[in-house]
C-alpha cells in the first residue's frame, strides 16, 4: 500500500466538496495547477476565482487555463489574497463558495523573496471560511522548507487549531519524514 502524496490527498478531498456549476476559490493562483484543477471541478456553469500578487503567475496561470480549454471559467485577479473578501463581495455577492485552495510560500520558479506571511494568510483564510457554504471545503497546503515558512506553517496551524469545532472540522495530513515535507490542512464547514 502506499500513502496518497499532499496533492493527491487535496485533490481527493476537493473533488468530493465540489461539484459542477460551484463556485470555488484559488487563494493563491501561481502557476495555475489548482486553479486549472478547480476550473475542471466546477464544469461549464461553475466559476472559479483566482488570486496572486504577481503578473508572472497571472500569465503563467492564464496560459495554462487556455491550454486547458477552461479559461473562460476563470477570474484571475492581480491582487493579495488578504482582499479576497471586498472583491468577493463585489463581484459576486451573497453567493457562497463549495472550497477554496491555498498553497503556502512561494510560486515554483518565482522568485523565493516573494512568500507569503502569516498576519496575511489567516486574515485570507478567516475571510474565505466566512464565505464558505455549509460543508464546504478549504484547503491549506503548507510548506515549511523556505525562510519563514515554519513560522508562517506554526501561526496557521495554531490558528486552525483554534477553530471551534461546532463551525469548523479540521484535519491534518502531513508526513513525518522526510524532513520539512509540505502538509496539508483541510478544514470543513460545519452545517
Known sequence: MQFESIREMTQRLMRAAIHSGDRVL????G??????????????SGKVVAFDIQAEA??????????ASVKHRVELVLQRHEYLGKWLDNHWPGESLAG??????????GSKDLVTQAETTISAL????ARLRPAGL????????????????DAVIDWAKSLDPAHAVVLWYQFLNPHNSPSLLAIRKSG
Open 138 to 153: 478549504l484547503t491549506v497546503v503548507l510548506y515549511t522548507g523556505h525562510a519563514g515558512g515554519r513560522n508562517e506553517a
Open 100 to 109: 477554496a485552495m491555498f498553497n503556502l510560500g512561494y510560486r515554483p520558479g
Open 26 to 29: 484559488d487563494g493563491t493562483a
Open 126 to 129: 478567516e475571510q474565505t471560511i
Open 58 to 67: 497571472i500569465t503563467h496561470a492564464s496560459a495554462r487555463l487556455e491550454a
Open 31 to 44: 502557476n495555475g495547477h489548482d486553479t486549472t484543477f478547480l476550473a475542471e471541478c466546477v464544469g461549464e
